[in-house]
Every structure is written in structure tokens, then in C-alpha cells.
């Protein structure tokens, strides 16, 4: 069984701050994804990565994928509280059709 | 454009009784349909997923169970609730190594 363990679980900042979330697996993805996920909504794409050690960046947003492609990292400049909400990091294996969603990391900036 | 839809919001049904959650995607041919349920604030646990008519793969034994009688139609189901399948339910489609697009969910209360 695949699993991905997202840190920390929950992280409450002040605007302005800067923050790291971390997905971490024993296992190698293909490609992985980081959805942002509203209260009361489904999960939304950010971005996807698929090469090792590839660097995406969406605005004030920093996605890295591991080198091995066991983990990644989502880095957030200057958090501003529309940043607020629970991110998933998700590995997707060519071997299976399906993703394999993280642990979750619930986001709180506040003004 | 590609939507999903996915109906009812909120569902608030006694122990013992039957449910069926629908989901229709609008806008593509032939996706891979998923069905996850959600802990509060937590990542998402896969139930089935679907990769054309009439194939179901179930990934955690359970009392639900799961149909796909059309090609963009995703139906989830049971004959008797219990308190544990209280959750947040989302559905979701996507192509072959793409992201997924979630429908806005389905909150199940089993009274």
C-alpha cells in the first residue's frame, strides 16, 4: 500500500509569513499533485509535477518534487489568508489508474 | 467545457436506511470515475473507481457499493447506513495520468 504522510497536520500563521508543507512516501510517483481544498468544496488542481527535482512555481506558491520522487514540498511566500484551506498532495503511479491522496495539511493565516 | 455534478449537498438518513448518491460529468468520453469519502479535515480515502461501464474496482470492503450503468454516470450505494459511513463523500473524474476535477460533494449524516 502506497501512503503519503503530509507535516505538519495542521499550521496556523499571521499573514505575511512564510510556510513549507512537506509529502513524504517510502514509494516512487510517477507524477504527484497538490490540491487545495475549500470548506464544503472538493479538491481543486494546483499543479502537477512529474520529473525529479522539477520546481513549479504559481504565483507566490513553490512546488518541488524530490529528486527521488518519494516526496515533495509546497512553499508559500508572503501567506495571505485567501491562502486558507487543507492541501493535499497526491502520488500517481503508472502502474495503478487512481491517486494516492496524502495525509492533508489544514492552512490557517490569519489578518 | 468538461462539468461533473454530483447531488445531493447534504443527506441526513436513520441507521438501516438505503442511500444512492448520484454523479454525472458532462463534456467527456469515456473517464475514469471516482468515488472518496472524507474525514473531517483529513485526505481522502478511495472506495471505488472506474474505468468504463459496468467495471467497478472496490478498494475498501464496506456495506457501500458501487455502479456505473452509463458512461458518465457514477452511482454510489447502499441497502443499510450505518453511523460509521457518515462522511463526506466526493466524486471525481479524470483522464488516463491527468488531474482530477471533484464534484462539490455530498455531506452524509447517519442518524
Known amino acids: 500500500t502506497q501512503l503519503l504522510e503530509q507535516s505538519p497536520q495542521f499550521l496556523s500563521i499571521q499573514e505575511g509569513e512564510n510556510l513549507t508543507v512537506y509529502c513524504n512516501s517510502s514509494s516512487v510517483f510517477s507524477s504527484l499533485q497538490w490540491y487545495r481544498q475549500e470548506p464544503g468544496e472538493g479538491p481543486v488542481l494546483l499543479v502537477t509535477v512529474v520529473t525529479g527535482g522539477e520546481v513549479k512555481k504559481l504565483k507566490r506558491l513553490t512546488f518541488q518534487f524530490g529528486d527521488a520522487r518519494k516526496d515533495s514540498s509546497l512553499h508559500i511566500t508572503a501567506a495571505q489568508p485567501g491562502d486558507t484551506g487543507l492541501y493535499l498532495c497526491a502520488g500517481f503511479n503508472t502502474g495503478f489508474q487512481k491517486l494516492v491522496f496524502g495525509t492533508g495539511t489544514r492552512l490557517l493565516v490569519s489578518p | 467545457s468538461q462539468t461533473i455534478h454530483q447531488w445531493p449537498a447534504t443527506l441526513v438518513q436513520p441507521v438501516g436506511s438505503p442511500l444512492s448518491l448520484e454523479c454525472t460529468v458532462e463534456g467527456t468520453s469515456n473517464p475514469n470515475l471516482y468515488w472518496y469519502r472524507q474525514a473531517a479535515g483529513r485526505g481522502l480515502q478511495l472506495l471505488f473507481y472506474s474505468v468504463g461501464i459496468g467495471q467497478i474496482s472496490s478498494e475498501v470492503p464496506q456495506n457501500l457499493s458501487a455502479s456505473r450503468p452509463q458512461d458518465r454516470q457514477f452511482i454510489l450505494s447502499s441497502k443499510k447506513l450505518l453511523l460509521s459511513d457518515s462522511g463526506f463523500y466526493l466524486c471525481?473524474?479524470?483522464?488516463?495520468?491527468?488531474?482530477?476535477?471533484f464534484g462539490s460533494g455530498t455531506r452524509l449524516t447517519v442518524v
Open positions: 471525481a473524474w479524470s483522464v488516463p495520468r491527468g488531474g482530477y476535477t
